[in-house]
């Protein structure tokens, strides 16, 4: 991704999360919304009119550029104590999915039962932890990888096979957009690597989707859980029939 594609991804964020259209950005710019749009999908902005929309969303444009530099630098796993701050406050946990997820302050707080200055406080913690920046109005930068990872056995991955994969799995999975599918075989070392290959690009791909999708209202998002598991393994009734050496 190119540098200007990075500074024009940040301000969309920005300005999603502060509530800002195409067309009230064009307003304040005394624009045509066409004109707005064209600007963001052929990244053909001056340094004067990018000056002028961050000052749109109370930022400067050294604020800007940092806030899209920092975008290669996002946390791929948390730290343990990370983990544990999150475990110990479940309010704390569900604006870290939230922010994740790229909702802005005013959705996490007419969704969920957290007023504003609830919110705030959590925000304000998440900032301690280095897994987002406030920025002016509530606003935010998201400082962890889409793709992020949870410690080995580590407060997240354990509450994940205590409590959220068991809630996932119960399910017969017949909603139009439900699948569920089991496939096992014998592969060799080099067919193993290759479906790992492919499992790995796919949680890349869902999660450049979910960053992607950000920008669209609540109303046009679905919560959707994703599991992609694979080891060796043999079911037990199999397993307990067979002729021990």
């Known amino acids: ?35 707005i749009k064209r600007m963001f999908s052929t990244n053909s902005f001056s340094l ?13 444009l050294i604020d800007l550029f940092l806030l899209a530099d920092q975008e290669k630098d996002k946390l791929s796993q948390l730290t343990r104590e990370q983990e544990q701050e ?25 969704r969920y039962q957290i007023d504003q200055h609830q919110c705030i406080r959590l925000m304000a913690r998440l ?16 400082l962890i990888a889409q ?5 080995s056995n580590g407060p997240l991955e354990r509450f994940m096979e205590q409590q959220v994969l068991n809630e996932f799995m119960n399910s017969r999975f017949e909603d139009d957009d439900s ?20 499992l790995n690009q796919l ?9 992607q999708d950000a920008s669209l209202p609540l109303d046009k998002r679905r919560h959707t859980g994703l599991l992609l598991a694979m080891r060796p393994w043999e079911i037990s009734i199999f397993d307990q029939l067979e002729r021990k050496s």
């Open 1 to 35: 991704m190119s540098q200007l594609q990075q500074i024009r991804d940040t301000l969309k964020q920005v300005f999603k999360q502060q509530g800002f259209t195409y067309k009230d950005v064009a307003q304040r710019l005394h624009m045509s919304e066409a004109n």
């Open 48 to 60: 004067e009119r990018l000056e002028a929309m961050c000052h749109i969303v109370d930022l400067n």
């Open 86 to 110: 999150l475990m110990d406050d479940h309010k704390l946990l569900l604006v870290a999915v939230c922010v994740r997820d790229g909702w802005s302050f005013d959705e996490i707080i007419s």
């Open 127 to 142: 900032d301690k932890l280095k897994m987002i920046q406030l920025l002016p109005n509530n606003a935010y930068k998201l």
């Open 147 to 151: 793709d992020f990872k949870w410690i």
């Open 179 to 198: 699948f569920r599918f089991y496939l096992r075989g014998h592969y060799s070392p080099s067919s193993i690597e290759i479906i790992r290959r492919k």
């Open 203 to 211: 949680t890349k791909e869902a999660a450049a989707l979910n960053q």
